[in-house]
């Protein structure tokens, strides 16, 4: 018996841990012969189903999440009209809801699957052609022989310790630049827009067993590392103990690390200040900085706590910290989210991520819905479209607002001196935007040279006071100097000052020099130092007289 198996990712930076977590339960059962097709959404759907049906399975199973419902319900619904004795089970966040009208809707599929399967999944396995058994799998959603709708409910893993790693699976994809490792299942939070707030309990790995994993990973030459744990720090002691194993694996391994920032006690902050650098990069969930926002949202935490928490993180200079802030949060207004970025530069967060709010299937936000006033997209990836305290065209401008923090703040050549004009330049990120989207620019791709040069066109119009500070973000970048941003540049014959204050790099006579005067006369201003003797176009060398 043949199980073919859907890898169908949204990059192939990305890689499914759902097909090796699964396998690798069933590695010893030498009756089935699994196979797989690996494909992302980009790809072309007739092509990825062709591959499907020339290896001729009896199962075929996917995982079905947000970003690539679309392209596998066009891929399996060619396959099954090839192949209509085949079963097809599918799996994923998607089903964390109600089946019914999506099994209605879509005939072809035989099962799906709802909750951790684990341990179920080997089960239907058993009996993937024998329905009449199918009503004493856990998690099991399908229509029997009556047409009738039957609901097995949630599966959760009940020996999350004792399963098989997915890293022993053959399947398991070692070729990705990072990967991912679950050292827990659940979540204690109760977050009304995850799927995860409802998960319990919530289920550990031994610290043993972590680190034989982190040594295989290690054995790959693997350097990043996911760290798949909804809420690090929710154990302080648990946390801490994480934190010396990873050290073990210093300097070879980075870990990405979600962390709650209202729950920092002062031993793990005492820790975290420690830790050497680029061993931790940080995600912290804060999500809006609205005491009622949060109440609203069923997270739990103090806001002032979260906020002392974040400042502290963003100050520690051997990490860095992200921060990301969702539109449409019910009671949440564009005006404060504007204020929350604010803030948020203000405490020197390494990344600003603003995403649209999206009603997840089996979210406690998705079920009140209609309560709260929110209206949504009844299709993937189900953003929010209106809520109570944003119309349509307010959430459009939140979505055009994150691109724009993508290609500045979130862009470390012009992060600081966005940075500073966000803190500085009254309504800076308003403007910018009606600029941006009078020239119908923010959904077009742009290279780093061309948002420098708008930003400067930019700020020459609206705020000429700053462009000495864009002009020094795009020299420190690498820029050329023969276009307008270095316009007041001097490139020629430039000799070091008898004095000035060496601010980066040490001076050598072999550097080429050039000088960016600070006033009319030009008798202050930097100098930049480029090596001539290797490839790099960044200064080695800055300084001020």
């Known amino acids: 018996m043949k199980i073919l198996w859907i890898d169908l990712n949204s990059s192939y930076a990305h890689s499914s841990l759902a097909l090796p977590a699964l396998h690798a339960q069933l590695m010893e059962n030498d009756t089935y012969e699994w196979d797989i097709v690996s494909a992302t959404i980009n790809d072309n759907v007739g092509t990825i189903a062709s591959n499907i049906c020339v290896k001729g399975p009896d199962i075929i199973a996917g995982s079905l999440w947000l970003f690539n419902?679309?392209?596998?319900?066009h891929i399996t619904s060619r396959v099954k009209a090839v192949l209509p004795h085949v079963k097809l089970i599918l799996g994923g966040p998607e089903f964390l809801g109600d089946n019914e009208s999506f099994l209605r809707k879509n005939p072809f599929v035989d099962c799906v699957f709802r909750g951790e399967g684990e341990e179920q999944f080997p089960l239907w396995i058993h009996h993937w052609n024998q329905p009449e058994h199918w009503k004493d799998i856990i998690g099991l959603c399908y229509l029997d022989a009556n047409n009738q709708y039957q609901?097995?409910?949630?599966?959760?893993?009940?020996h999350f310790d004792q399963q098989v790693a997915p890293e022993e699976s053959p399947f398991f994809?070692?070729?990705k630049p990072f990967v991912q490792l679950e050292t827990t299942r659940g979540c204690f939070n109760t977050c009304a827009f995850c799927v995860?707030?409802?998960?319990?309990?919530?289920?550990?790995?031994?610290l043993d067993t972590i680190r034989k994993r982190l040594q295989m990973i290690h054995s790959h030459g693997i350097q990043n590392v996911r760290v798949l744990d909804r809420t690090f720090n929710y154990n302080t002691r648990r946390a801490n103990e994480l934190l010396d194993l990873f050290l073990e694996f210093y300097p070879h391994i980075r870990f990405h690390l979600e962390i709650h920032p209202a729950l920092l006690s002062a031993e793990l902050k005492e820790k975290l200040k420690q830790l050497p650098t680029g061993l931790l990069h940080l995600e912290a969930g804060i999500q809006s900085l609205r005491e009622s926002v949060l109440e609203k949202c069923q997270r739990k935490g103090k806001l002032s706590d979260a906020l002392e928490g974040l400042q502290f993180l963003c100050s520690l200079n051997n990490m860095e910290t992200h921060a990301d802030l969702i539109a449409g949060l019910p009671l949440y207004h564009l005006n404060e989210i504007y204020e929350d970025i604010e803030t948020l530069a203000s405490y020197r967060a390494g990344e600003i991520q603003l995403e649209s709010l999206k009603l997840l299937p089996g979210t406690e936000m998705r079920r009140r819905a209609e309560e709260l006033g929110i209206r949504y997209s009844p299709l993937p990836p189900y953003e929010v479209l209106q809520t109570n305290e944003m119309g349509t065209v307010e959430l459009q401008i939140t979505r055009a607002l994150s691109r724009l923090l993508d290609a500045y703040y979130n862009t470390q050549a012009w992060r600081e001196v966005t940075r500073y004009l966000i803190l500085h330049c009254k309504g800076f990120l308003k403007s910018l935007l009606t600029f941006y989207l009078s020239g119908s620019l923010i959904d077009q791709p742009l290279s780093l040279e061309k948002r420098g040069l708008?930003?400067?066109?930019?700020?020459?119009?609206?705020?000429p006071e700053y462009l000495l500070l864009v002009s020094t973000a795009w020299i420190e970048a690498g820029m050329s100097l023969k276009k307008l941003p270095a316009e007041r540049v001097r490139t020629k014959h430039q000799t070091p000052p008898p004095h000035w204050e060496v601010m980066y790099g040490t001076y050598k006579e072999s550097l080429r020099l050039c000088f960016l005067p600070t006033d009319d006369e030009g008798l202050h201003g930097y100098w930049f130092g480029f090596e001539t003797e290797i490839q790099k176009i960044e200064p080695v060398f800055k300084a001020k007289s």
């Open 69 to 73: 419902h679309e392209s596998m319900m």
């Open 151 to 158: 609901d097995n409910g949630l599966a959760r893993v009940q």
């Open 173 to 175: 994809n070692w070729t």
């Open 196 to 206: 995860s707030g409802g998960e319990k309990p919530v289920r550990t790995l031994p």
């Open 454 to 463: 708008i930003l400067y066109e930019f700020c020459k119009r609206e705020c």
